[in-house]
């Protein structure tokens, strides 16, 4: 079969036209939650998710869904900044998720735990 200059034309033009791209992540990775000592009555949570920034990371400490519209935190909803302290003789039922523009939330991650940890 021989190749003809205009099907080698029609080649080049269809990859100029519809150029191929490196597949883009679409769903935020799931968020780690774990604790860490902080005294002898402290106990500190916190959280982590490998989706690259910027990303937020929504979360409830009632056993509640976060909720939000965009980048705002829904009713009940908080953002995390930092460690979430957990008084002595207290539970906590946390629920996170990750959001980042352009991507769909990640699923919801369930941590529940009380101080001290049984």
């Given amino acids: 079969m021989k190749k003809t200059p205009l099907a080698g034309a029609l080649l080049a033009l269809f990859f100029v036209a519809f150029p191929t791209t490196p597949a883009q992540a679409t769903e935020c990775d799931e968020v780690v939650i774990y604790y860490e000592y902080g005294g002898p009555t402290g106990l500190y949570v916190e959280m982590e998710t490998d989706t690259p920034t910027p990303n937020i990371i929504f979360f409830t400490t009632n056993g509640t869904t976060p909720t939000h519209s965009g980048s ?19 539970w906590r039922y946390f629920r996170a998720i990750c959001y980042k523009s352009g991507y769909t939330d990640s699923p919801v991650t369930v941590f529940d735990i009380s101080n001290p940890p049984q």
């Fill in 72 to 90: 705002t935190p829904g009713s009940g909803t908080m953002i995390y900044y930092g460690d979430v302290y957990i008084p002595y003789g207290q």
